[in-house]
């Protein structure tokens, strides 16, 4: 099992500038969630979807944010327009449909936005 | 509202020595609970759950934790630490009715003494 996939590891852009960070969950795995984890702010998820499916975007920060999941096999979480506040560890997980649907977390990506 | 709180922000132990970390979590009903741990520069590894049953529960790398309700407590023990459990650890709590999201709390850092 390859667990959670995320790529790339690392990512350093400048502010302006357009990033998507990629996400293949375990396979078999109904649910995938996105979460940014910063010194200051500590874990927040930002969304997660089941079946592919949107289903709670409450935590994604503003509409230079967005997520998708085309498939059941891979999601993005794209940043248009990047900002320096923005620099963060965002981390994937997945889970089953079934008790007690612990998550498994990908390695996460580090971005940095210069 | 569903809180986690982990009391402690960092905590000093020597090699060998036991430890128990805390947490508390508000929530109406049994909830499912978690442990996880993060190495440097690593994504979250779950160490243990407890969603039923035996209120004693094992995990991974000799940790275990014990749910107690009448102190809505899910500390984490270990009865001799190892210099490789240095990180940082983070309680959480998902709701048993099956809502997806977990309720993280804001870690605890483990510094292990040679």
């Known amino acids: 099992d390859a667990g959670v996939i995320q790529s790339p590891r690392h990512e350093v852009t400048e502010m302006g500038q357009e990033v998507t960070l990629r996400c293949k969950p375990i396979s078999g795995h109904d649910y995938l969630f996105w979460y940014r984890q910063t010194m200051m702010r500590g874990l927040e998820l930002l969304i997660y979807?089941?079946?592919?499916?949107?289903?709670?975007d409450s935590g994604m920060p503003e509409d230079r944010f967005s997520a998708k999941m085309p498939n059941a096999s891979f999601s993005t979480l794209k940043i248009q327009p990047s900002e320096p506040r923005d620099s963060a560890v965002y981390f994937c997980a997945s889970s089953l449909n079934q008790g007690p649907y612990e998550q498994y977390f990908g390695p996460g990506t580090r971005l940095t936005v210069t | 509202a569903q809180s986690v709180t982990q009391p402690d922000i960092h905590i000093t132990v020597s090699e060998g020595a036991s430890l128990e970390l805390r947490c508390n979590y508000s929530?109406?009903?049994?909830?499912?609970l978690f442990w996880y741990v993060q190495s440097p520069g690593q994504g979250l590894q779950l160490l243990l759950k407890y969603f039923s049953g035996d209120t004693l529960v094992q995990g991974i790398k000799g940790f275990e934790a014990e749910f107690k309700r009448s102190q809505s407590s899910f500390n984490l023990r270990k009865p001799s630490v190892h210099w490789s459990d240095a990180a940082e650890y983070f309680c959480?709590?998902?709701?048993?009715?099956?809502?997806?999201?977990?309720?993280f709390g804001t870690g605890t850092r483990l510094k292990v003494l040679a």
């Open positions: 959480a709590v998902g709701k048993a009715s099956g809502t997806y999201k977990y309720i």
């Open positions: 929530y109406g009903a049994t909830p499912y």
């Open positions: 979807f089941n079946n592919n499916v949107p289903i709670d």
